[in-house]
């Protein structure tokens, strides 16, 4: 997954930077006030986490929402290098994906039935 956001600097350095660099924008903005806004429940959930369970059961808990969290930031910016060479390095806007991809909403992982 590590080449999606790779490729996605490369291609936002070697083509029109204003207008590539505003699309990427659009994707991760929302994602990033998304994950931003959910912060208090995952520390809550973490705090019940590791009180009724301990620190190993904390560890999977946020080794469980990062994991999520990167697999949507990562199918994202796999549709966003399509995006990026039909639009920019292909000049095909016309055969691009009619839109930006987005980042599904983070979700708190439950680990407290386990």
């Keep these: 997954m590590p080449w999606n956001f790779r490729l996605v600097s490369s291609l936002v350095n070697h083509v029109r930077y204003q207008d590539a660099v505003r699309d990427i924008q659009r994707v991760y903005r929302p994602a ?19 009180r009724k369970k301990g620190a190993d059961a904390l560890e999977r808990f946020l080794n469980a929402y990062a994991e999520h969290c990167l697999r949507q930031v990562g199918y994202a ?13 292909l000049n095909h806007s016309e055969v691009a994906p009619p839109k930006l991809p987005t980042i599904s909403a983070p979700v708190v992982p439950t680990m407290l039935e386990n």
């Design 32 to 50: 990033e006030t998304a994950f931003f806004r959910i912060q208090p429940q995952v520390d809550r959930a973490a705090v019940e986490v590791v």
């Design 77 to 89: 910016y796999r549709e966003l290098v399509d995006y990026l060479m039909f639009r920019y390095v």
